[in-house]
């Protein structure tokens, strides 16, 4: 059982809902979140959590001589801190190369330099897409074929994890997870920007023809898995999260605008993302087997429901950021 992890990524949507779950279910661990607060993270994520369990460090997984000073002491660095979205990536790749390629390198470096067991927290992205009619899901033995700037950004970090384990024999575990939902996730993604603009009295905005499937999975199930590899998860393998809610993207909107109380076509159909993914597709087969893991969140619409009202709820949360997110999709035509 991991004593003194660092979190990197722990202000950011995934990241911090993995350390609440941890504070919450999993008191005898110490968690350092490392974070350097982008546009993406937001320190209000970890407010109130108990401070002798939850540090935070303020810093950029690029800068080693920061990790030099952090990591001795910790039995393990579980690394979600990325550029995590596409059409940001598709505007300016820069930035991902530097978090996501360069950033992991760093991490790897020194988790050799201290002898820390490493967890890579890696999307169903790297695999690109499949049709929408192909009877296959990905697996782990599917090919990296990544689409996007952001996802071959990951893809090349997920190989830096494979050779460091490979090579140097660090104790690495990689998780590839679909698409998560839930309570903190930035405006800028799919489900916060449709219910935060029909808060706002902005219509919604789809993508091409609304037929792109994403496999949904709540942001709590997502923290259980990464948990139960930690710590029973094979040294060298990799697990692939998902819980079986491949939906495409305008069945989606439509729950949204039912729960909202919108007439089903108050959206406004926008330019598509260039070379949009259609389908992604997790099979969990190894993870359930291997190590039990199951779901708790198996009803979409109901998981749905709560992360709409938390939206609601928590206006000021979000209203900083949205108009900055508006005016940069109107920009691009989205
Ligand atoms: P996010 O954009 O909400 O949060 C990213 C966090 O990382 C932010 O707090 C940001 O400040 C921090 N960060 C970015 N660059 C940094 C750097 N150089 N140094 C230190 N901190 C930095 O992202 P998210 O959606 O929570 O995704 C987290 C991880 O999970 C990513 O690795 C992403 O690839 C992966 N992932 C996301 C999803 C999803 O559906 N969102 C699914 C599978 C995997
Ligand atoms: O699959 C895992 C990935 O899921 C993670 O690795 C990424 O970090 C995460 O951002 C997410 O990537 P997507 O590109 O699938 O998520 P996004 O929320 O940007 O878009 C979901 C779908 O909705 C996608 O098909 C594009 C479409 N879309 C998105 C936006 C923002 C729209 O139709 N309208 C929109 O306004």
Redesign the pocket.
Known sequence: MPKNIIV??G?????SNFVHYVAKNHPETHVTV?????Y??NIENIKGLPADRVEFVH????DAELLDKIVPGHDAIVH??????NDNSIADPEPFI??NIV?TYRLLEAARKYDVRYHQ????EVYGDLALDDSHRFTPESPYRPSSPYSSS?ASADMLVRAWHRTYGLKTTISN????YGPY??VE?FIPRQVTNILDGIRPKLYGNGLNVRDWIHTEDHSSAVWAILTKGRIGETYLIGANGERNNLDVLHDILRVMGQPEDAFDWVRDRPGHDRRYAIDPTKLMTELGWKPKHTDFESGLKQTIQWYTDNEDWWRPAKAATEAKYKKQGQ
Request: proline residues 0%; glycine residues 16%; contains cysteine.
């Open positions: 990197t990524g202000c950011g949507f995934i990241g490392l974070d350097a607060l982008t993406a993270g810093g950029n997984i690029c979600y801190a990325a550029e995590s979205h530097q978090s950033g927290i890696s999307t169903d990951k997870c679909s698409n998560n996730q930035h993604k």
